[in-house]
């Protein structure tokens, strides 16, 4: 059955997840502050800011007005940077007139109250307009996606049965999607691994090569999987695509702008000049502060994460934050 959705961020992961639900003959529409991507979905089937090549669905609509962007809606998919998101969703309140199920694509915890994205729609969005939470993450670079190369990921949502929907919504012959029964452990685990992602890229500016890389991945799962279990999640998931999934597309490949910005800063640059090389939202840097605060008030053991935080926020020379990881007190793997 064809649904409404209105996605709210017409950015690269916005724009290729609407082209799934288009492909899947939905009715969608993009809602974004910046005019110019609009006029260009609208006019001429692009988004070339983010998609140069890219012809999109001639059903996709684009708007500025928000408005008009939830007339109709019955899903809102959220995809703009997450420390927007808690004003976004205030405005949206004001302008909501009838139940929606809101599903997440966004990826972070907000620094200072530790919110997982759900937690601030709970708290930003009347209860009386929210049908469900769905939070949609997993392994899946936008510029992959427009491609409609194979792609999986997964769900997990406040209301079971909106888990199945979404998952029928966006699944097809390129895009599947799974579902897993722990809001918690998806977004702990899509969140977190981008802080390990920007720590890949930083080993990857200074030269190493392959071995780190493994360590990198196996150990930060490690500190997300402790972080993760001591906040309500099924330690399960996070072998799962939102977990394991997700640390290996982003640490390994040169399309994440986590590993991009860590590039540069393994490569020399400070964090600010490596986030104004970057025209996209970077999430590994807000929540690296989030898990940090979380870490320490929570009293979990996190390396990796707090040498990321040495790093970008206390400018530690990062091949010193290697010295020290390396030198740590000797211990079992697992204990
Ligand atoms: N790009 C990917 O491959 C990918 C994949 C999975 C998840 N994500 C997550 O999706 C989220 C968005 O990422 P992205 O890569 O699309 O970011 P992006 O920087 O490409 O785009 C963000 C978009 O949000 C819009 N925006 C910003 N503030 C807004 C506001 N107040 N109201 C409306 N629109 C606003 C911007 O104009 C921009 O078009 C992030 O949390 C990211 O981690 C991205």
């Known amino acids: 059955m064809v649904k409404n959705i209105t996605v709210v961020g017409a950015g690269s992961w916005g724009t290729a997840l609407a082209q799934v639900l288009c492909d899947n003959k939905n009715q969608v529409m993009l809602y974004d502050l910046n005019a110019d991507i609009v006029k260009d979905v609208n006019e001429n089937h692009r988004n070339a800011r983010f998609f140069e090549e890219v012809e999109l669905p001639s ?26 998101i808690r004003d976004v969703l205030k405005t949206i309140n004001t302008q909501l007139t009838h139940k929606v199920v809101i599903i997440n694509a966004s990826k972070g915890i907000e620094p200072g109250t530790h919110k997982r994205v759900s937690e601030i729609v ?3 969005i009347n209860a009386d307009y929210l049908e469900a939470f769905v939070a949609l993450t997993g392994p899946s670079h936008a510029e992959e996606v427009i491609q409609r190369s194979l792609t999986t990921v997964t769900c997990a949502a406040t209301v079971v049965d909106r888990a199945n929907e979404v998952q029928k919504m966006f699944t097809n012959d390129y895009f599947r999607v799974y579902r897993v029964d722990d809001l918690i452990g998806v977004e702990i685990g899509g969140s977190i691994k981008n802080v390990i992602a920007l720590a890949a890229g930083i080993l990857a500016g200074l030269g190493y090569g392959d071995n780190p890389k493994a360590a990198l991945i196996t150990r930060g799962l490690v500190e997300i999987k402790r972080l993760g279990v001591a906040v309500g999640a099924n330690e399960e998931t996070f072998s799962g695509l939102s977990g394991l999934g997700d640390l290996i597309v982003t640490c390994t490949s040169v399309h994440s702008r986590n590993w991009q910005a860590g590039y540069k800063i393994g490569n020399g640059s400070n964090l600010q000049e490596a986030l104004d090389s970057m025209t996209m939202v970077v999430e590994g840097v ?50």
């Open 122 to 124: 709970m708290e930003e």
């Open 59 to 84: 059903s996709l609509r684009a708007t500025t007005d928000l408005k008009e962007a939830l007339k109709e809606a019955e899903f809102i998919l959220l995809s703009v940077p997450t420390k927007v």
């Open 286 to 335: 807000r929540t690296c502060q989030a898990t940090y605060e979380m870490a320490q008030a929570l009293n979990i053991e996190m390396p990796i994460v707090e040498t990321v935080y040495e790093v970008i926020f206390n400018k530690l020379d990062p091949r010193e934050a290697i010295n020290q990881l390396m030198s740590r007190e000797m211990k079992p793997e697992f204990y």
